[in-house]
């Protein structure tokens, strides 16, 4: 099986996940066949079998690799006055500016994959921030569930066209600092 490190690996992968978004503009994700997407990514059958068994974990994989380029939670919040531009996008700016990945983002399947994602990494480490002010870790968890699909709804939302989109960002931003220091959390 070739390793992540090789960046061959990494090319096709990569040529795989921006393939299936450019599918995924013209057909929900039940309608995308392996074959299909091995033709649209420009890579055989064979190699497309050696990255994912199926679709379904080709579009989990696009989702990983999308919020990989997204800030954490703390990240966001830590460095809120930073004037210092990461290659890192807030979870709701990176949502926003999708780009060629809107028909990942804006797909069904987006928001639990995307926990999925983010579980796997433990919240990053405000959940157990949380717990250390004695939050118990099933309600850290839940409040780190909330954060993250209010967020995410904010960010699709019709208000997130809008000119009205950093004020709506900021007052976010406060309410969830305000949440945070309630428990005992400050940000």
């Not at 599918?23 to 064979?46: Q, T, Y």
């Not at 939670?73 to 996008?89: G, I, N, P």
């Not at 939302?157 to 220091?181: L, P």
Request: net charge negative; hydrophobic share 35%.
């Amino acid at each position: 099986m070739p390793r992540q490190s090789d960046p061959r690996y990494m090319q096709s992968e990569q040529a795989i996940c921006d393939a299936l978004a450019r599918l995924l503009e013209k057909k929900p994700l039940a309608s995308i066949s392996m074959s299909e997407l091995a033709r649209e990514a420009g890579v055989s059958r064979c190699t497309l079998y050696a990255h994912h068994d199926n679709v379904s974990e080709a579009y989990e994989q696009t989702v990983r690799m999308f919020y990989e380029r997204t800030e954490t939670f703390d990240e966001h919040f830590l460095c809120a006055s930073c004037q210092v531009r990461k290659t890192a996008m807030p979870y709701c700016e990176r949502l926003r500016e999708a780009g060629p990945y809107a028909s990942v983002v804006n797909d069904d399947r987006f928001l639990p994959a995307t926990i999925r994602t983010v579980v796997e990494q433990d919240f990053h480490s405000i959940k157990r921030r949380l717990q250390d002010v004695g939050v118990p870790a099933d309600l850290a968890h839940v409040i780190c569930l909330f954060q993250m699909s209010g967020c995410y709804s904010a960010a699709t939302s019709v208000h997130a066209d809008g000119e009205e989109w950093k004020r709506y960002q900021e007052v976010i931003d406060r309410f969830v600092r305000g949440g945070m220091a309630a428990l005992g959390v400050e940000l």
